[in-house]
């Protein structure tokens, strides 16, 4: 794959809650600044999330009293993961990850900012009604494909993926620049689930 001016790298929830030390951390998660960066001299357009809670979220388990991380509830959009207190807007632990290149992103999207609705994906929130407005942005910008990576691979990078396709987006996953939470089997599920929705894996050697 060579990038061109239809083609956009979305850096995915690189974040310091989600490195090893953080409050939600993902086995390996440090591992993907190197090729993110890399990546990212690719592309003429990259776009990055941040996962951007406020302190009250409806998917952090001290919300729900005698609930613990990792169960899940049912909440009015339907059955919602319960998570460890994370990426609380403006805290350390909401920052991008020390090293990540964020200086030739043209475009940022935070998302999980209403304390009643979570979104994993940078398009649709878990509602699956409000936008986030990514897809209308990328198509006034051109761009045909969505190449993703990030964290994590299971969650926020999955339904990305997953709602991209269905916005008529082409879509690869760089399988060297993300790493998974894996919770019950989410890991496999989620490649599954992508490989039948039409998502690629690509390597970062294949790009360039
Ligand atoms: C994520 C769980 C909760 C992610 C965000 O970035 O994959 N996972 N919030
Ligand atoms: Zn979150």
Redesign the pocket.
Known sequence: MTPGAADLLLV??VQVD?LPGGA?PVPGGDAVVGPVNALQGKFRHVALTQ?WHPADHV?FADTHPGRAPFETVELPYGPQ?L?PR??VQGSAGAAFAPGLATDRASLAVRK?MDPRV?S?SAFLEADRTTRTGLAGALAERGIARVVLCG??TD???AWSALDARAAGFDVWVVEDAVRG?DAGGSLAQAWLRMEAAGVRRIGSAAIG
Do not use: K, Q
Request: overall charge negative; aromatic content about 22%.
């Open positions: 995915v929830d989600f939600l996962d998917s993961v998570w994370h990426c999980g979570d994993y964290l994590a969650f926020c990078v939470i």
